[in-house]
């Protein structure tokens, strides 16, 4: 780097005779503009607070607000809260609640409007039912319920289909059934069942298939990798992951996924980052994080991924780091203003909003935004 910078200011600072002006590059300019090249200029701002403070809940960002729904209270309890912050008016509105309380939901946008489904009650009881929410109407309607007892599985969407993987019953039994709502069915559909029996996993879309990422089998991490292919309806299984861990942060981006970070099985926090090529199929190690955590908050914005916060061997932090995915670089952006992990993240434009989250003191309702500028 430093050589770069020498030889850009060498370049960039000379006489030119025929004018007998003196154009003159200044260094700092220089330095500047290799370092915007490798690190975006950032800078963290502090939004009003959720009107319900909570850990563990589901978010997303449709046309001009925020909506976060369930998770859990001060006192640990699962929540029916949904509320909604209007990036306008930089203000926060209470919705109807769920119908079921519910801990660890999944949210996702799906034909315009936003589908809750899976969590758990109290005692770890799987939540059955599946909620739909209507941003233009403010209404909410009912999908038919999922068949099954399992909490922590996996969703996505694709096209005109929901598709659910895994899960853990309310005895702690790991399962690998795939499950398909297709639009207008009025039951869910049994498909071919993953290769690997395991709960909280990870799942992206890319092109036709599905890529199910890690999860956890009983209390163990599990590092399998395995493609389901809508089309076929088959399954692919592909090497594993080379390190096996828990509460990983993971994000897709041109069409490679990212496993960063995460806990092992003896407390161990980790820094390691793989990365799978779902074009090439093929699974390897970058750069790592500069500190070692688990359970982040990430997204990605352009080349960039963000990382912020999460819990370390000292509790939960505050620190923010970004991945240039083309220079495969990492750099420290300033902290996060609260110290948190848990939290719910989304991006909208150049912005990433953290929402919640578990703070030193438990569940909080703190809500503060990282802008690219």
Known sequence: MLLLLLLAKLLFKWDDSSTGNKICTHFSDVEDLVMTNLTPRTRWEVLPSLPTPRAYS??????????????????????????????????????????????????????????????CKEMNEPVKEVEVFDPETNEWSELPPVTFSLAFFTVVSHESSIYIFGGMS?????????????????????????????????????????????????????????????????????PNSLVGRMFPAMVEIRGCIYVIGGLTTDGKFLNDVEVFNTDKKT?????????????????????????????????????????????????????????????AAVVSGNKFFVIGGMGMQGPCGNFEVLIFD
């Open 170 to 238: 309310s005895h702690g039994q790991c399962n690998n059934i795939t499950y398909v709502l297709r639009e207008g069915k009025a039951e869910w559909e049994v498909c071919n069942s993953m290769p690997t029996q395991r709960y909280a996993a990870k799942a992206f879309v890319c092109h036709d298939q599905v890529y199910v990422m890690g999860g956890r089998i009983f209390m163990s991490p599990c590092n399998a990798v395995e493609i389901f292919d809508v089309v076929s309806g088959m399954w692919d299984k592909h």
């Open 283 to 343: 699974l390897t190690t970058v750069t790592p994080l500069q500190s070692n955590r688990a359970d982040m908050s990430i997204d990605k914005y352009e080349k960039w991924i963000i990382v912020a916060g999460g819990q370390g061997s000292n509790g939960p932090t505050n620190i923010t780091e970004i991945y240039n995915t083309e220079k495969d670089y990492w750099s420290s952006a300033s902290h996060m203003p609260t110290a948190r992990c848990a939290a």
């Open 58 to 119: 589901a978010a997303v960002c449709v046309d001009d607000k925020i909506y976060v729904f369930g998770g859990c209270n001060q006192m640990g309890k699962p929540m029916d809260a949904v509320e909604s912050f209007n990036f306008e008016t930089r203000t926060w509105k209470v919705l109807q609640s769920l119908k079921v309380k519910r801990a660890q939901p999944n949210a996702l946008v799906f034909n315009g409007k936003i589908v809750v489904i899976g969590g």
